[in-house]
């Protein structure tokens, strides 16, 4: 995992905190490949397969992000503020 800082100067939480994100980043790479490979392939049994596979990507993003939301205090008030929101993207944030 790329870190700025060594180990040894930061807390379990921060640790914590940015393998979960690491891990996020990991998650939505691996949703952008299967998106490449479903598209690229005509072997419906093989689309198939990776819609699936991709699928649980989503999962595993959606879960790892619920833990972000419940361990860094400014994020959650950043997704409650913007998830699920009605209001144009352009109205949105700062």
Do not use: C, W
């Amino acid at each position: 995992m790329p870190m700025y800082e060594t180990e040894k100067n930061l807390d379990e939480k921060t640790l914590d905190l940015s393998r979960a994100r690491q891990s996020l980043i990991e998650e939505m790479q691996a949703i952008m490949f299967y998106d490449e490979r479903y598209n690229a392939t005509k072997n419906s049994a093989l689309k198939d397969v990776i819609k699936h596979n991709r699928d649980d990507e989503k999962e595993h993003f959606s879960l790892l992000l619920e833990f972000l939301r419940r361990n860094d205090p400014e994020l959650d008030k950043e997704l409650k503020e913007i998830l699920f929101s009605k209001k144009e993207l352009k109205e949105l944030g700062d």
